[in-house]
């Protein structure tokens, strides 16, 4: 049986609160892989676990 570990799912507008980073910053950060890659969840929507942005 495998383990489920439950995270925190946050949105972009999330992110910036607990960052201060813009949007622009958050996706710069990604492609120079210095920012965790968001989880995209649906055609529109990405999220990012809280757990690893507040790393």
């Known amino acids: 049986m495998e ?3 439950l995270t925190k799912a946050v949105s972009l507008q999330g992110v910036k609160s607990i960052t ?3 949007r622009a910053t958050i996706y710069k950060k990604i492609q120079t892989e210095n920012f965790p890659k968001p989880i995209k969840i649906s055609a529109k929507m990405v999220v990012w676990e809280e757990a690893q942005v507040k790393n």
Request: without cysteine.
């Open 3 to 5: 383990k489920i570990i």
């Open 20 to 22: 201060s980073f813009s």
